[in-house]
């Protein structure tokens, strides 16, 4: 039996969230399309994969224009986002993390 797609957890949803290093991000998806308005870059319309780990917690991938692969854990249920991006001075990737300001999902994906 086919596992149904994650992103259908998502689709017309709105996620923000903001990371510890105070950038805050707002997202919102449209089938695996995931808009962002980002500073200094305008809207970006990225086309995103989505594999869900377990009820409530989803890795997220997709490829930026600018930064190259971009990955996400989004823990629903405990209100997170752990993010890997590429460092600022090329010597190998970040991991930074966030706490999750609003999901119009509610605590848990139904």
């Known amino acids: 039996m086919a596992q149904p797609d ?6 017309a949803k709105t996620l923000s ?3 510890d290093n105070g950038w805050s991000f707002t997202n919102t998806f449209e089938g695996h399309t995931r808009i962002s308005v980002v ?4 809207e970006l319309r ?3 994969q ?8 989803f890795f997220v991938s997709w490829i930026d224009g600018e930064m190259g692969l971009l990955a996400q854990i989004i823990d629903v249920e405990q ?3 752990l993010a890997a991006i590429p460092s600022d001075d090329d010597a190998g990737t970040q991991i930074i993390s966030a706490t999750i300001t609003s999901f119009d999902g509610g605590d848990a994906i139904q």
């Open 39 to 42: 500073p200094r870059r305008g």
């Open 46 to 48: 990225e086309h995103v």
């Open 79 to 81: 209100g997170t986002v």
């Open 17 to 19: 969230y903001t990371y």
């Open 6 to 11: 994650p992103i259908a957890n998502f689709d």
């Open 50 to 57: 989505m594999r869900e780990l377990r009820p409530g917690l």
